[in-house]
Nanobody, 116 residues
Framework: QVQLVESGGGSVQSGGSLRLSCAAS????????MHWVRQAPGKGLEWVAS????????EYATSVEGRFAISRDDGKNMVYLEMNDLKPEDTAVYYC?????????RGQGTQVTISA
C-alpha cells in the first residue's frame, strides 16, 4: 500500500535551517508529482511546495518562496524540503503528500518548531 514517512523536523531558532525528508513507497513514485503541506497550530492545511515528475518543475507558496527548496531523488523514492531562514510562523506539522486519482494521502508528519 502507499506509505509516506516524514523525518527531519525539530526545534530551531529563527533564521535557522532544517531539511525534511519523505520516504515513499507503494506507488509509481517517479511518475508522481509530490507535495509538502503543513498545518500550524489551530489552523488548516497549507500547501507549501510541489515538485513534478522529473524534478525540474517546482512550485512554492508565496510565504516560503526564496527560503524553501523542494527536491526529489527518484532512485531512492525520496522527496526533500530544504528550509532556510526559518521564521516563527513556519512552526507547523509538515506532511509529505501524494495525490493519486481520487485519493490524497499523507504521512504521519514531522513537527517543526521555530523560536524567536
Amino acid at each position: 500500500q502507499v506509505q509516506l514517512v516524514e523525518s527531519g523536523g525539530g526545534s530551531v531558532q529563527s533564521g535557522g535551517s532544517l531539511r525534511l525528508s519523505c520516504a515513499a513507497s507503494g506507488f509509481a513514485f517517479s511518475y508522481s508529482r509530490m507535495h509538502w503541506v503543513r498545518q500550524a497550530p489551530g489552523k488548516g492545511l497549507e500547501w507549501v511546495a510541489s515538485v513534478y515528475s522529473g524534478g525540474i518543475i517546482k512550485e512554492y507558496a508565496t510565504s516560503v518562496e526564496g527560503r524553501f527548496a523542494i527536491s526529489r531523488d527518484d532512485g531512492k523514492n525520496m522527496v526533500y524540503l530544504e528550509m532556510n531562514d526559518l521564521k516563527p510562523e513556519d512552526t507547523a506539522v509538515y506532511y509529505c503528500e501524494w495525490r493519486g486519482g481520487p485519493r490524497t494521502l499523507r504521512g504521519q508528519g514531522t513537527q517543526v518548531t521555530i523560536s524567536a
